[in-house]
């Protein structure tokens, strides 16, 4: 009801939210360097993508700043040595999602297993 609510008062701030919370900051023309601000987010996800990226051989350059710490919105600044920075930062929140998703299925199978074992003692 809420995000209804939200919906019916500012209807292109809401879409904006819906398209994403990151906006991108590129130099015109040269799409392999760009900065990406991510609203509502902190070091947690700064970093991990920070790491994921910097695995990718694409990626010259890679690091993040948060502006102000009363401010929730990390600055990730990405270099690449050809490929568009909007396309490497997809890839990079992909592989991410997998590994995430890869822990959690290790974690929900070590919790089964233990409570298998528990249950037979």
Request: aromatic letters at 8%.
């Amino acid at each position: 009801m809420f995000t209804l609510l939200r919906f019916l008062r500012n209807a292109s701030s809401y879409r904006m939210q819906l398209q994403g919370t990151a906006m991108e900051h590129t130099s015109f023309g040269d799409q392999r360097n760009a900065t990406f601000s991510l609203n509502e987010e902190d070091h947690t996800l700064a970093n991990a993508l920070r790491f994921t990226l910097n695995q990718d051989p694409r990626v010259m350059f890679c690091g993040y700043s948060i502006p102000h710490p009363s401010e929730a919105r990390v600055n990730i600044r990405v270099q690449t040595t050809g490929d568009p920075a909007r396309e490497v930062l997809k890839d990079a929140c992909q592989e991410l999602m997998q590994m995430c998703q890869h822990v959690r299925t290790t974690l929900d199978n070590a919790v089964a297993d233990f409570k298998k074992e528990s249950s037979r003692r």
